[in-house]
Antibody
Framework: QVQLVESGGGVVQPGGSLRLSCAAS????????MHWVRQAPGKGLEWVAF????????YYGDSVKGRFTISRENSKNKVSLQMNSLRVEDTALYYC?????????????WGQGTLVSVSS | EVVLTQSPGTLSLSPGERATLSCRAS???????LVWYQQRPGQAPRLLIY???SRAPGIPDRFSGSGSGTDFSLTISRLEPEDFAVYYC?????????FGGGTQVELK
């Protein structure tokens, strides 16, 4: 079955950087688009980024555009999120999610999330 | 950006009752590109409905979705204890993808 395991979260100061990773298994990774979605403590869901089969096919939420970069390594079944110029408001649980197909579309399967805390 | 407004914010109901949740879009959204998720406390979201009205695999038939254009709804015909959760609509008609603010269905 589909398994998505996020890692790389932690505590970082404002202005700092962090790189999240998501290890995927249970499906043909190279055939599916992938998303990152976040959830601030006690708040709703916010879609962050998407990458299609081609690295040229990438989309970002307005609040992270220009600061975050999504990438994928099909040989390692991994999707990553490079987060630069972090702000206090980036504090959240970050979920990796598999698209229903090529995408961008619905997020069919989700990991359990990795926590990012931006604080001085 | 397409803004999705969900109402009510909180719905207080008892097991066995019917729940009707609303999702209104700031501009017309293809019904093919409107989905609903369920999030139980402490858990990751789960895809519930795709294409506005199709149930995802394994979702009980007490869940149904409908709507078109700017007005969509999710109905739970008879609430079971495990249905008390937060429900989110999402559109992928245009980027950036957006979620509604969520409706919490709580035990009355």
């Amino acid at each position: 079955q589909v398994q998505l395991v996020e890692s790389g979260g932690g505590v970082v100061q404002p202005g700092g950087s962090l790189r999240l990773s998501c290890a995927a298994s249970g499906f043909i990774f190279s055939d599916y688009g992938m998303h990152w979605v976040r959830q601030a403590p006690g708040k709703g869901l916010e879609w962050v980024a998407f990458i299609g089969l081609d690295e040229n096919d990438r989309y970002y939420g307005d609040s992270v555009k220009g600061r975050f970069t999504i990438s994928r390594e099909n040989s390692k079944n991994k999707v990553s999120l490079q987060m630069n110029s972090l702000r206090v408001e980036d504090t959240a649980l970050y979920y990796c999610a598999k698209d229903f197909f090529v995408g961008p579309g619905e997020q069919e399967s989700w990991g359990q999330g990795t926590l990012v805390s931006v604080s001085s | 950006e397409v803004v999705l407004t969900q109402s009510p914010g909180t719905l207080s109901l008892s097991p066995g009752e019917r729940a009707t949740l609303s999702c209104r879009a700031s501009q017309s959204v293809s019904s093919s590109h409107l989905v609903w998720y369920q999030q139980r406390p402490g858990q990751a979201p789960r895809l519930l409905i795709y294409g506005a009205s199709s149930r995802a695999p394994g979702i009980p038939d007490r869940f149904s979705g409908s709507g078109s254009g700017t007005d969509f709804s999710l109905t739970i015909s008879r609430l079971e204890p495990e249905d008390f959760a937060v429900y989110y609509c999402q559109q992928y008609h245009s980027a950036p993808l957006t979620f509604g603010g969520g409706t919490q269905v709580e035990l009355k």
